[in-house]
């Protein structure tokens, strides 16, 4: 919500004089806000920010975000220009993206049932 506060009065200045760059400086000026605000939120609730878990999930996210973006890139190399492609290697990176969080014990237990059996309802 914090970057519609931000955004939006940015875009109404910035499109007229600067045209489409305006409104990307306005929409990355907005969305620069968001985690300040959940690191707000975060210590407003728990009293403090919790720098271990963000580095999990930085450090987990990223690791996982850039092994799969190397797959993509490697399959989209060798497959034919075009819509099917870019589907089918998104599903498929998707797919190696999920197990990688999976097999990083990214997500808890509650997490893992859920999810568990979505994938069973999927094949079943």
């Not at 959940?38 to 580095?55: M, T, Y």
């Not at 497959?79 to 099917?84: A, K, Y």
């Not at 999976?102 to 859920?114: D, M």
């Amino acid at each position: 919500f914090s970057w519609m506060i931000i955004s939006l009065p940015l875009m109404l200045l910035l499109t007229n004089s600067y045209g489409i760059w305006g409104t990307g400086l306005a929409r990355l000026l907005g969305e620069i806000t968001i985690p300040v605000s959940v690191l707000l939120v975060e210590r407003k609730i728990f009293g403090k920010i919790l720098p271990d878990l963000w580095l999990k999930i930085i450090a987990v996210l990223g690791i996982s975000g850039l092994i799969v973006g190397f797959i993509e890139y490697q399959m989209l190399k060798y497959f034919p220009t075009g819509w099917m492609s870019l589907i089918f290697s998104g599903l498929v990176c998707g797919v190696i993206y999920l197990i990688l969080l999976w097999l990083s014990a990214f997500f808890s237990k509650e997490e893992q049932l859920w999810l568990g059996g979505h994938i069973k309802k999927i094949f079943t």
